[in-house]
DNA sequence: CCGCATCCATCTCGATACTG
DNA sequence: CAGTATCGAGATGGATGCGG
C-alpha cells in the first residue's frame, strides 16, 4: 500500500487527523471513553478542568471523524451516551502508549524542565 | 512503581506532559529529527508550512522537556543543529505509532468526515 | 544562517445565561 | 440532563524587520 500524501505537506489528510489527536483534550475524552460509555456530565466531571463549551466541542469534532460516537436515549430527562466507535477502538493501543510514555517519563520531563530553567536564569 | 498523580486532575504533570505532545508541529519536528539532527532551516524547508515563529517557539519547548538537544557550531554563519536526545528517543516508537495511525486510517476518517457532513446538511 | 522583537489579525476559551 | 448562544479576554499565529 503506497501512501499518496506527504506527512509534511499542508494540507495533507494525515495532518488533519494528526491535529485532531494534538487536541489539548482529546485524548484525554478518547481515554475515557474506551473502557465503557458515558454520560456528557460524566465525562464533564471526570476530566477536571474541561469546559461544559471544550467538551462538548471537542466530542462533536470526535463524533465527526467517527471515532466517538452519540447515542441518544429518549428518556426524561434525556441521556446520551458517549462510546467508542470500532474506528476509534483502533486508536486504544496507541493513545495507551503515550499515556504510558507520559507517565514513565514526567519526572524526567520534569527535571529537564528545572534544569533548563536554573541554566537560564543563571546567565 | 505506584503514581502519585490521577492524570485527570488539573495540573497534574501527566496533563503538562501530554499537552506538550498535544502540540501541532511538536509530533512532525520529533519525527524530522528522530532519523538524524537537522539545522533549523533545514527542518524550516522540510516541515511546510510552519512558520519560522512557530519552529522556535516549539523547539525551544521540545529543549525545555528534554526531549532534543540544541548544538551550536561557532562556524560562519553559525550552524545550529536539533538532535532527539536519549530521553526523546524514548519517544520514537510512540511517535511513529500515531503516525502510522493516522496514515493507515486517515481514508476512514475522511469518510466518517463526509457522511457526518452529508447528514447534517440533510436537516 | 539563525533567530528574536514587534505589530496586528485571528481564534480559542471560559464564564454566563438560556432552551428542550 | 444535555446542550446552544453570546460576549469579552487572552492566547496564538503569521508577516515583517532587524541583529548576532
Redesign the pocket.
Known amino acids: 500500500m503506497a501512501y499518496i500524501y506527504d506527512i509534511y505537506e499542508e494540507n495533507c489528510p494525515t495532518r488533519q487527523v494528526l491535529d485532531r489527536l494534538a ?2 483534550w482529546a485524548l484525554l475524552i478518547l481515554d475515557q471513553v474506551q473502557a465503557a460509555p458515558k ?4 465525562l464533564r466531571r471526570d476530566i477536571k ?6 467538551l ?2 471537542t ?2 469534532k470526535l463524533e465527526r471523524d467517527g471515532l466517538v460516537s ?1 447515542t441518544v436515549y429518549p428518556s426524561v ?6 462510546a467508542l466507535t470500532p474506528l476509534g477502538g483502533t486508536l486504544k493501543d496507541t493513545v495507551a502508549a503515550i499515556a504510558h510514555w507520559a507517565e514513565r517519563h514526567m519526572d524526567s520531563v520534569l527535571e529537564a524542565q528545572q534544569a533548563y530553567d536554573t541554566a537560564l536564569a543563571a546567565r
Chains 1, 2 share one sequence.
Not at 39 to 42: I, L, P
Not at 77 to 82: D, F
Open positions: 487536541d489539548k454520560r456528557f456530565n460524566h478542568g474541561i469546559s461544559q463549551k471544550a462538548s466541542q466530542l462533536k452519540r430527562p434525556v441521556t446520551v451516551e458517549y
